[in-house]
C-alpha cells in the first residue's frame, strides 16, 4: 500500500526565515501529488498539486513544490515565510486511478515575529 | 456553489450511541471519501465512494458504515460509538482527473 512520510513534524521559524517541508511516498507507479494546509480551526485547503510536466510547482501564497521522481520526494518550499504561514501542512498522494488520496501526518508550522 | 457541506459541525454522543454524520457535494464530483483527523496521525482514509451505488474501504473502517445511493450524498454512520471514535470527521469529494479533493469544514465529535 502507499505511504506519504512527513519528516518534519514541527517547525518554528522566525519571520522571513526560509521554509523547506520534506515529502517522500512510497508508490511505484503514476502519482499525482499534493499539498494541503489547515489554519486554526479551519478545514483543509489546496496550496499547489502535481501531476505531469514541469517537476517545479507553484502554489497560492508564494509556496512551491519540487518532484524528485528519482527521491519518491515531493518537498514544499517558500522562500520566507510570513507571521500568517502558521499552519499545518500535509502532503498527499493520489492514486489507484484517482480514488484514494493518502496523507502524511502533517507539520505544524510555527511562524514567530 | 456551496462545495462540500457537512453536518453537524459539533456533536457529543454517549458510548453505544449511533449516528449519521451528513456530506453533501454540489459539484458532481465522481469520488467521495471520509477521514479522520487526530493530533499527530493525519488524516486517515475511513470509506470513499467511485461513483453511486459503489463504496470501498479505506485505512480504518472499522465501526463506520457509508453508501452511496446519490451523486451528491456520502453519509458516514456510526453504528455504536466508542470513545476511540473521539476524532475531527472530514468529508472530501473529488473529480476525475488531479484535481485534488475539496474538503468539507469537518464535525467535531465527541464521545463519553
Known amino acids: 500500500a502507499q505511504s506519504v512520510s512527513q519528516h518534519n513534524h514541527h517547525v518554528i521559524l522566525s519571520e522571513a526565515a526560509s521554509l523547506e517541508l520534506g515529502c517522500n511516498y512510497s508508490?511505484?507507479?503514476?502519482?499525482?501529488l499534493f499539498w494541503y494546509v489547515q489554519y486554526p480551526g479551519q478545514h483543509l485547503q489546496l496550496l499547489l498539486k502535481?501531476?505531469?510536466?514541469?517537476?517545479l510547482v507553484k502554489g497560492i501564497k508564494g509556496f512551491e513544490a519540487e518532484f524528485i521522481k528519482s527521491k519518491f520526494s515531493f518537498n514544499l518550499r517558500k522562500p520566507s515565510v510570513q507571521w500568517s504561514d502558521t499552519a499545518e501542512y500535509f502532503c498527499a498522494v493520489l492514486t489507484g486511478g484517482g480514488n484514494k488520496l493518502t496523507f502524511g501526518t502533517g507539520t505544524q508550522l510555527k511562524v514567530e515575529l | 456553489n456551496a462545495g462540500v457541506t457537512q453536518t453537524p459541525k459539533f456533536q457529543v454522543l454517549k458510548t453505544g450511541q449511533s449516528m449519521t454524520l451528513q456530506c453533501a457535494q454540489d459539484m458532481n464530483h465522481e469520488y467521495m471519501s471520509w477521514y479522520r483527523q487526530d493530533p499527530g496521525m493525519g488524516l486517515r482514509l475511513i470509506h470513499y465512494s467511485v461513483g453511486a451505488g459503489i463504496t470501498d474501504q479505506g485505512e480504518v473502517p472499522n465501526g463506520y458504515n457509508v453508501s452511496r445511493s446519490t451523486t451528491e450524498d456520502f453519509p458516514l454512520r456510526l453504528l455504536s460509538a466508542a470513545p476511540s471514535q473521539t476524532s475531527v470527521y472530514f468529508c472530501a469529494s473529488g473529480g476525475w482527473g488531479a484535481s485534488g479533493y475539496t474538503f468539507g469544514s469537518g464535525t467535531r465529535l465527541t464521545v463519553v
Open positions: 502535481y501531476f505531469s510536466g514541469d517537476p
Open positions: 508508490y511505484g507507479g503514476t502519482v499525482n
